[in-house]
């Protein structure tokens, strides 16, 4: 492989990770951000729920309502604990199914409460969508199509398939000689 097929590669590679990272980032921040509004609610209906009790006191009618709300913050409930183990999938981190404490991923039992932590199967990183891709014979940014618009070689072909890159052509300069009155100099 060439330098500039290799120097090609890595920065593929590299635009790919941190595409990734970037992306997963991103997706962190706005469910921690839809889960800080979820949980604003929940703080808004828990206060609600417990005026509404001590409210009605031994009104059975005025009950029925605050049932309703209940519901609600159990629904609430449901979708922060979904987002809070989404934003822990992203960054990595496993958590005890007893005390939800954070335990480290290559533990078998918690250490905090000795509860059996499942087994959880890695999963293989998603790609970006919006990821620039680079033709692996000339390096050059993929513009859409089968074929690369710079060296024509496709990018679907396997690696046998692929010629290796053209040399490239090496470049003379001829530098003026320092008594050539033709160097643009002015006397």
Request: glycine fraction near 8%; aromatic fraction near 4%.
């Amino acid at each position: 492989m060439s330098f500039f097929e290799n120097l090609g590669n890595k920065i593929s590679e590299t635009v790919n990770s941190a595409g990734g990272k970037s992306k997963s980032t991103l997706r962190a921040g706005k469910l921690r951000g839809e889960l800080r509004t979820l949980q604003a609610e929940r703080e808004k209906l828990m206060i609600t729920l417990g005026e509404g009790y001590f409210d009605a006191r031994g009104c059975a009618e005025k009950l029925e309502p605050l049932n309703l709300i209940c519901e609600r913050i159990d629904a609430l409930d449901g979708k922060i604990k979904s987002i809070a183990a989404e934003i822990d999938r992203i960054n990595g981190i496993i958590r005890c199914p007893v005390c939800n404490a954070t335990v480290p991923s290559n533990s078998r039992f918690c250490p905090n409460c000795g509860a059996k932590i499942p087994e959880i199967a890695p999963e293989e990183p998603e790609k970006p969508e919006d990821s620039q891709e680079f033709c692996a014979s000339c390096g050059a940014v993929r513009e859409g199509g089968r074929f690369c618009s710079k060296c024509g070689k496709p990018f679907d072909a396997s690696p046998e398939q692929k010629e290796p890159a053209a040399e490239r052509p090496t470049v003379e300069i001829n530098w003026p000689k320092p008594d050539d009155p033709s160097d643009g100099s002015i006397v």
